[in-house]
């Protein structure tokens, strides 16, 4: 009598629920954890913006107004026209734009010799001069640029700001040239590339989401930078951060023009970084990788 064989067949999987209620929780907690981490920035952010649009009095109102008051310009009518808005916006973008052009040029060639040929003495230096607050370069680039007669003027103001942007070019190009393969370089030599032909022809088209990471965000930290460009700017090199200053008197502050002026001062990097998100976060992360 012959036996009918069936086939084998594999148990059935269990359900993936208790997998899907466990990425569930994971991507809520992330979520709150986030939240969490961004809503002091995120309160701030809303407590200057709300009150670029109050009239004086509701902004010194206790408890404060959150959303029950009537809304006005009047307050960046007074910061655009008191101040010469032009001018500061158009010294900010000047130093801002050069200092990270000048950090890319000096600061790309020492990611190279960094992370090719192992430069460490150079390395530790630049982690050295990293480290040290800002305040600590003030009084030397004082005393420098008063000697030089370059206090107010362009060039005091961008060379300063190299001290901010040429560092964190080094450190975030120095992983992506370190990613790269050492056959790629093998390969160049073959081809009879030199050194200087290797990195210019090679390393760096093979880089350019690590440069304009870079460019970015050394753009963004000399945008902000109110320090340097408090004490070596002047009335007719102020950039834009300084000029909140107008805005300070000796008996009171106008906090609604203040707020105003702040809010744009903001706005060119905000939307800076929404329009490069995504070149920022694939620079930020290409780099680590192998």
């Known amino acids: ?6 086939p084998h067949r594999p148990a059935a999987k269990p359900a993936a629920k208790p997998r899907r209620r466990g990425s569930i929780l994971g991507r809520i907690g ?56 032009g001018r500061y916006m158009t010294n900010s973008l000047v130093v801002a734009a050069c200092s990270s052009l000048l950090g890319l040029a000096i600061g790309v060639p020492a990611a190279y010799s960094i992370a ?14 990293r480290l040290l607050p800002g305040v600590a370069y003030l009084v030397p680039f004082f005393v420098a640029f008063t000697a030089l007669r370059m206090v107010g003027t362009y060039p005091a103001l961008i060379l300063s700001h190299v001290i901010i942007t040429f560092p964190l070019t080094v450190f975030i190009m120095v992983n992506f040239f370190a990613a790269l393969p050492e056959e790629v370089y093998d390969a160049a030599q073959v ?11 090679i ?9 304009l990471t870079a460019g970015i965000l050394a753009f963004i930290f000399s945008w902000n930078d109110f320090k340097m460009a408090l004490i070596l700017s002047d009335g007719d090199s102020r950039t834009l951060p300084v000029a909140v ?3 300070v008197h ?12 702040a809010s744009i001062i903001m706005l060119p990097v905000f939307v800076l970084t929404l329009a490069a998100q995504r070149h920022i976060v694939t620079g930020m992360t290409m780099g680590s990788v192998k």
């Open 1 to 6: 009598m012959s036996q009918t064989l069936t």
């Open 30 to 85: 992330l979520a709150v954890a986030v939240t969490v981490a961004l809503a002091p920035a995120l309160f701030v952010f809303f407590w200057m913006l709300t009150s670029s649009f109050k009239q004086q009095v509701d902004i010194y109102t206790i408890p404060p107004k959150w959303f029950d008051f009537t809304p006005t310009l009047d307050n960046y009518r007074e910061a655009l026209t008191r101040t010469p808005f």
């Open 116 to 129: 090719r040929y192992r430069q460490t003495k150079l390395s530790l230096s630049l982690l050295t001069a």
């Open 191 to 201: 081809d009879g590339c030199g050194k200087l032909e290797t990195f210019w022809r």
């Open 203 to 211: 390393a760096v088209p093979l880089t350019r989401p690590g440069m």
């Open 245 to 247: 200053f107008n805005f």
């Open 250 to 261: 000796e008996a009171s502050l106008d906090w609604g023009p203040m707020m105003a002026y």
